[in-house]
């Protein structure tokens, strides 16, 4: 007999995230010590690197968004509070500083904790003498970069890299014979390859993301709305203690999935038609990005079903050619979608047509992957080498559009003879839009997939949502969250 704990839970199908992963402050304070000792090993000896923690960012009037550490000041101390600077230099002897506001009661009454000096010492591992200082002790950036030393300062996006910019433009003036370096090349070599530690982290985004699927795939049914889904997701999210989405969720049903990122989710979902899901967690700063495509009905048509098998076959053959140092596995997943296409004559071999390379691009027209880590789409490129993570997310998109607005306008010519072989068959595919995306570990001898928990063979995706339906059927709803 069941207890009533295992009833509450739901059976498997539901996909109960596992218990959160534990570790020790110490343990992570010793990992933040052995990046910012990797950091130094890669600088210059004249070197001074800065890193600014993130501000806050406003959402409106004198309301802020959820705060958000910058990457790679959270890499390098694991502190999520803002009004902070890092300075670290190998000279001839290495130095780290870290400067921290300091506590402010009044402050602490509208806006919460600020951190301790122990507290800093014991989250970051940074425990020199005089190695914790008040931010207001900073003074000038110049104050830290000795006669003939290079700076090392973050540079992109004014609304990312706010601080480093304007102190870019300023120094550009105030100290024009100052040699100014970006660091990011350290930190994508450095993130592109993750510890055990930060692998457990992500697998446990992945884990919450899954749960958070097979929930919205449960509750996916016509006159539902879209956002309603996305706010079941969010809720397993926080039930499952991760700290947020890794993006906006894309929850996209009937033609909406052949919008690549369509992240309104305001329509009440159509009675025929696909659902597509590209949605996951962030946990411990780790963003997993899993895509699913499924039936609204709960059973592909045919021609639902021949796309969609030929994703998941262009998807599958990528997938089992990654392993340490192989070569790019896009070219392996456009031969599949290629052979198919033609066979379902979307993709034409008339003499005078486009190479079959540009037709596919009309109906494939993203990347195969990314990087994955602190960001959803990381640092570090697509590495095949023992740590790396990346997404495996081939897709087509058949736009109802697709002939009047999509086609390039050069060589009009050849896409005339396109049109004319391929948009009489089109027409039985319009409106049609899947992807399937998965997230690969990088192993010593091959690859894992970690989301691989949740199906994605066509088979046991309709097996899924019909075990799904028939439970909610049978109670009312899904199982509760907690306990």
Known sequence: MLSALAVAQGPAIFMRTPPEPLRSTAAQAAEYAARRAAVL????????????????????????????????????????????????????????????????????????????????????????????????????????VPTGGRLLLLAGDRRQYPEEMAERALLAQSAPSLEIGNPAAIFARLRGVKSAWEITLMQHAVDISLE??????????????????????????????????????????????????????????????????????????????????????????PQQAAIYNLVYEAQQAMIRSVKPDSPAFGPIGDAVLIAGLEKLGLITTA??????????????????????????????????????????????????????????AADAAAWQVFTARVKPVFENYKGIGVRIEDDILVTDDGCRVLSAALPSKLSEVEARFAALHAYVRQHGGPPPLLP
Not at 123 to 142: E, H, P, Y
Not at 273 to 297: N, Q
Not at 390 to 397: D, N, V
């Open 41 to 144: 090993r890669a600088m210059g000896p004249h070197d001074v690197l800065v890193l600014y923690a993130a501000e806050p960012r406003v959402f409106s009037g004198d309301v802020d968004y959820d705060y958000r550490q910058e990457n790679n000041f959270w890499y390098l101390t694991g502190l999520s509070q803002p009004g902070g600077m890092l300075v670290m230099s190998p000279a001839a002897t290495p130095t780290t500083v870290i400067y921290m506001i300091k506590p402010n009661p009044a402050q602490e009454s509208w806006t919460g904790h600020q951190f301790t000096t122990d507290e800093i010492r014991s989250i970051s591992g940074i425990t020199g003498d005089d190695a914790v200082r008040d931010s207001a002790t900073f003074g000038k950036l110049t104050d830290h």
């Open 212 to 301: 958070g699927h097979a929930r919205a795939m449960a509750l996916t049914a016509p006159g539902v709305w879209e956002y309603q889904l996305r706010a079941a997701l969010d809720a397993v999210y926080g039930m499952r203690h991760a700290e947020s989405w890794g993006y906006p969720e894309i929850v996209a049903s009937g033609t909406n999935p052949t919008t690549l990122h369509y992240e309104s989710d305001q329509e009440q979902i159509p009675s025929q038609g696909l659902m597509l899901i590209d949605a996951a967690a962030e946990y411990g700063h780790m963003s997993a990005d899993v895509t699913r495509t499924y039936p609204i009905s709960g059973k592909f048509n």
């Open 351 to 408: 003499p005078g047509a486009p190479t079959p390379q540009q037709q596919l691009r009309i109906w494939y027209f993203h990347g195969p992957s990314h990087a994955m880590g602190l960001d959803v789409h990381d640092v570090g490129g697509i590495g095949r080498r023992p740590g790396a993570i990346f997404s495996m997310e081939p897709g087509l998109y058949f736009r109802a559009r697709t002939f009047e607005e999509d086609l390039p």
